[in-house]
């Protein structure tokens, strides 16, 4: 509610307007209102002061004399540099009270608030970032069994109830799963955003035996779910099991997970048998589905 923002004397609006400018290498005064959110007319209202205050430059389009560049002047940037070392300095301040797991909380909070503002942003808006911001990566990788484990127990103990057994048979698997990582047919995936493990599926070529491939340990983590990772997870996999020449893929879940088997069946998976288990750590109905080599 403060008139002015990050030490300066902007409105918060034209703080905004200053780093938005200043992270980009071109920009214009309609691709600022996207940004922003805000109407041209407002957005020409916005820069004009900043304009004559000397903090932002324009010029024409060599090509299109309508379209105007907006960048910043050695003042502009000395006031960029400012607002962010400012907001540096008091997010770090912040953090420093918190201890390793607590930051990790308000990490993948922020993570999961960015993920829903991006599947529910209006027209006009920059649809997709996540998942373009997204790197899916083969191969182990540091922490990539924690990073497995917490997201699996992150989900299901909450979607789903399980708990202690769930957790050891997840993570005695995965453990001993990452000891036979070098045999080639066996393969794990990773999708990573700002360095950090957001999604994964493996690819277990041995313990089925007979030619079959399976499925496992396929997740995305909270506020990442509708953003095209996990379609890109099960595509790196199905794509390895057609090459290496499986007969057959099997995987294992349960009923309930919709979106998940949406997945499954896109990539030619087919239900095959379902019936109550247990092996989860309490009573489903557990599911299995099979693919066929696609050739």
């Known amino acids: 509610m403060e008139d002015t923002l990050a030490g300066t004397n902007m409105s918060a609006s034209a703080v905004h307007a200053i780093l938005e400018i200043g992270a980009r290498r071109a920009t214009t005064a309609g691709d600022l209102a996207t940004a922003l959110r805000l109407e041209k007319s407002t957005v020409s209202r916005l820069l004009k002061p900043m304009i004559d205050g000397g903090l932002v430059t324009e010029h024409r389009d060599y090509e299109d004399g309508r379209r105007k560049h907006l960048a910043l002047t050695e003042k502009g940037r000395q006031s960029f540099d400012d607002i962010s070392r400012r907001a540096g300095d008091r997010v770090a301040t912040a953090l420093s009270v918190l201890d390793d797991a607590d930051i990790d909380h308000v990490v993948r909070g922020l993570e999961s608030y960015s993920g829903a503002l991006h599947q529910t942003a209006g027209p006009g808006t920059a ?60 393969a794990t995936w990773s999708a990573v955003r700002a360095g950090r493990i957001v999604g994964s599926v493996s690819i277990d070529g041995e313990d089925l ?21 996990g379609r890109k997870l099960i595509d790196a996999a199905m794509a390895f099991v057609d090459e290496a020449g499986f007969a057959e893929t099997h995987l294992w879940t349960f009923s309930g997970l919709d979106a998940a088997r949406r997945l499954y069946e896109q990539a030619g998976f087919e239900l095959v048998e379902q019936h109550p288990g247990t092996q989860w750590g309490r009573t489903v109905e557990e599911q299995r589905f099979v693919r066929h080599r696609r050739t």
């Not at 990566?137 to 997201?151: F, K, Q, T, V």
């Not at 035996?209 to 990772?229: K, N, Y």
């Open 209 to 229: 035996g007979d030619g079959r491939a399976h499925l496992r340990w396929f997740i995305v983590d909270d506020g990442q779910r509708g953003t095209g990772i």
């Open 127 to 186: 649809k997709g970032t996540i998942s373009a911001a997204i790197e899916i990566r083969r191969g182990y990788l540091p922490g990539l069994a924690a990073r497995i484990l917490d997201m699996h127990i992150t989900y299901y103990g909450r979607s789903a109830g399980f708990g202690r057994p769930f957790e050891a048979k997840v993570g005695g698997e995965l453990c001993a799963f990452l000891t036979r990582l070098d045999n080639p047919r066996n």
